[in-house]
């Protein structure tokens, strides 16, 4: 076996293999690029070399600086993960030129299956099914629309060198086809380099089934079974599972030993995965072999208790397949949720930012989280935007959707826009409990995917009340002296002009809260409502009773912005603290903006001298003006900032010099 490997890869997948690799005893050498520094895959391997910038051009993908790194580091084989150079025939060809094992097929298999329409002539020779249509060179307008009519109406235009979706064109009708042939092959020629199409049935309900298989170097082959990924959004998988549901055990032995033949076809070594369209007759047709390891292997391996990257070394080092087809079992069902950094009401925008607050479901023979960043890890424009997939098993489907469901409210981020509440109302709908699974769903269920919030605006006000008083007040408690008389606040007071005030801002609204309290308990008056609330804080966790009723919040306050986390939905606000109303004096010698905002207005400059109470600085945070003052007599030293600069909170603004004693006259 190996003893070093170096994985060409970043994120959850690299940290993926380099968990495999350390059980099995293996060292593994990470790469890097300047945005992936500190990356959880770089602090995870045993060394780890920079690639270059950023961008994947210039550093993932840069095969020769890759195999140099293999080769000064001692690496004896390379690990692609999916994704940039995994399926890349120049890489696999240079790592065997260099004597590094490719820990994935032959590039000779890997270019089979470049070509739509040479790999369905060499499918078609190895009896597996394909869609009716046609498939070959001649691509003269007259035998494509001949070919057209043979095949029947609605067909669907495809391009040949096409993949994952794109360049494919619907044909309704015999009278639509000159048209759509001329512009698919535009489309195709621009988009690929090559106009050529091929044709195909159209199939109007179909599902994506696809298998498993694992060939090693010896001629042995199998399945592991199947997945359904019928629910994608854009050609891009969202959910998946194993196995697939209602599929017979006749059909996916078919499908099983279809995809073996599919994959001995091309001579095929280690994981690959032959993708089906599945359609509503059980009939099935081969669609496309991907040749690496994919991203939704977790659920194969929840269900058959296997480790896909065991095999895939094993596979590579040469030794047999560790099991033969008739020792492979299944055992339940998982799914697969994959978690984006993206907005779904912005038509599901990638989205950046800091992952300021990251909480992350427990794990468990049930719950897998495979993920490649911790909380303070920034979502870069540079990358995939998948956070973590998230992967749960149990012993039936009707289970193991209950499973993801309440996963899915245990992972709570703050600081990037996700789809996790996108994803809960998806696992949680009706049609997707009934196992109606095609690759229209999400298009067809569109009203169930973005449901109204649970919460009702009161209640989320008033448990935002609630955690803010209970947080500001383990803050106080734990820097105040606790068993000071004057620090507890044990009587009600009822003048309600001892209540607190609290000004929350949801969305454009700003709401005026006032809050009485009296330990536990509070009473939040809320437009012309009261309600009363029992409220407890354990670090982040809110146990709160509002009249009577009893929820559980998580929450996350961060620059007067606070994100509430109820049954996989958030609540966002705003809260206005109550030193903005006041001035700050500048009494020290250097002075600090008290919030993140917007310098609005600077009346200084170096060498002024200023009397206390003149105002220095304005600055604006949420619309409103909060004035800076001299708290001393001073003369200003130096300015950092200018206006209209955004400046966070406890940025130093300017400095002061105050003089000890006014010199004498
Ligand atoms: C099809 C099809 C219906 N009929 N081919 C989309 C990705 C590409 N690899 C093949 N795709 C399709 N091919 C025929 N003859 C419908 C799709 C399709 C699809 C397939 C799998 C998963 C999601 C999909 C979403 C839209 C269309």
Redesign the pocket.
């Given at each position: 076996m190996f003893s070093k490997i170096l994985i060409a890869n970043r994120g959850e997948i690299a940290c993926r293999i380099i968990q495999t690799a350390h059980r099995m005893g293996i060292r593994c050498v990470a790469v890097y690029s300047d945005a992936d520094r500190n990356a959880r895959h770089v602090a995870m391997a045993d060394e780890a070399f920079r690639l270059g910038p950023a961008p994947s051009s210039e550093s993932y993908l840069k095969t020769d600086l890759i195999i140099d790194v293999a080769l000064k580091s001692g690496a004896q084989a390379i690990h692609p993960g999916y994704g940039f150079l995994s399926e890349n025939t120049g890489f696999a060809e240079a790592c065997e030129a260099n004597n590094l094992a490719f820990i994935g097929p032959p590039a000779s298999a890997i270019a089979a299956m470049g070509s739509k329409s040479a790999a369905k002539a060499i499918m078609e020779e190895a009896g597996v099914p394909l869609?009716p249509?046609y498939h070959e060179a001649d691509q003269s307008p007259d035998r494509l629309r001949a070919e057209a009519e043979k095949c029947g109406f609605p067909l669907?235009l495809?391009a040949v060198a096409g993949?994952?979706?794109k360049g494919?064109r619907v044909v309704e009708s015999i009278d639509e086809f000159d048209e759509a042939l001329a512009a698919a092959k535009r489309e195709a020629k621009n988009a690929f380099g090559n106009p050529d199409m091929l044709i195909?049935?159209?199939?109007?309900q179909?599902r994506?089934v696809e298998i498993q298989v694992f060939c090693d170097q010896h001629g042995n082959a199998v399945y592991l079974a199947e997945r359904d990924?019928?629910v994608?959004r854009r050609?891009q998988k969202v959910l998946e599972e194993a196995p697939a549901p209602g599929l017979s055990p006749e059909t996916r032995k078919a499908m099983g030993e279809a995809a073996v033949r599919a994959a001995q076809a091309i001579a095929y070594v280690g994981a690959g995965t032959v993708?089906f369209?599945y359609d509503v007759d059980e009939s099935f047709?081969f669609?496309?072999m991907n040749t690496r390891l994919q991203v939704e292997h977790p659920v194969t391996e929840m269900i058959t208790g296997q480790d896909l990257v065991e095999w895939q070394l094993r596979v590579a080092d040469g030794e047999p397949l560790p099991l033969a087809q008739d020792q492979v079992r299944t055992r339940g069902h998982a799914m697969e949720a994959r978690i984006y950094a993206e907005d779904p009401d912005q038509d599901f925008l990638p989205a950046t930012g800091t992952l300021r607050y990251l909480r992350t479901p427990d794990e468990n023979t049930h719950v897998r989280v495979d993920t490649g960043v911790v909380e303070g890890d920034e979502i870069s424009i540079h990358y995939d935007p998948m956070i973590a997939k998230l992967i749960v098993w149990d012993e039936n489907r009707e289970q193991a959707v209950n499973r993801l469901v309440h996963a899915l409210e245990n992972y709570r981020i703050a600081g990037v826009k996700t789809n996790i509440r996108f994803l809960h109302a998806l696992a949680d709908s009706q049609p997707f409990r009934e196992e109606e699974l095609n690759?229209?769903f999400i298009a067809d269920h569109q009203n169930l995917l973005f449901p109204p919030p649970k919460l009702d605006l009161h209640k989320a006000l008033v448990l935002a009340a609630g955690f803010i008083l209970r947080q500001r007040r383990s803050i106080q408690t734990e820097s105040a002296d606790r068993w000071s008389p004057f620090g507890r606040q044990n009587s009600w007071r009822m003048n309600s002009e001892f209540a607190q005030p609290l000004q929350l801002q949801v969305g454009d609204e700003r709401h005026d809260l006032k809050v009485l309290e009296r330990d536990d308990d509070y009473q939040v008056y809320v437009g012309d409502s009261v309600y009363s609330l029992n409220a407890r804080l354990d670090d982040d966790h809110l146990q709160a009773r509002i009249n009577g009723h009893r929820l559980s919040v998580h929450g996350y306050l961060h620059d007067d912005q606070l994100v509430l986390f109820h049954e996989g939905d958030t609540f966002t606000c705003r809260l206005f603290r109550e030193t903005f109303e006041t001035e700050d004096l500048a009494a020290e010698g250097s002075l600090t903006a008290p919030m993140n905002g917007t310098v609005v207005a600077l009346n200084v400059k170096p060498g002024d001298r200023v009397k206390t109470g003149q105002t220095l600085v304005v600055m604006e945070a949420m619309k409103m003006e909060h004035a800076i003052k001299a708290g001393a007599d001073g003369v200003i030293s130096e300015v950092f900032f200018r206006e209209g600069d955004l400046v966070s909170e406890g940025n130093e603004l300017l400095a002061i010099e105050i003089p000890k004693e006014e010199p004498a006259p």
């Open positions: 869609v249509g669907l495809k993949g994952g979706g494919m195909e049935r159209y199939l109007t179909p994506h990924c019928s994608q050609h993708e369209l047709f669609m496309e690759t229209k």
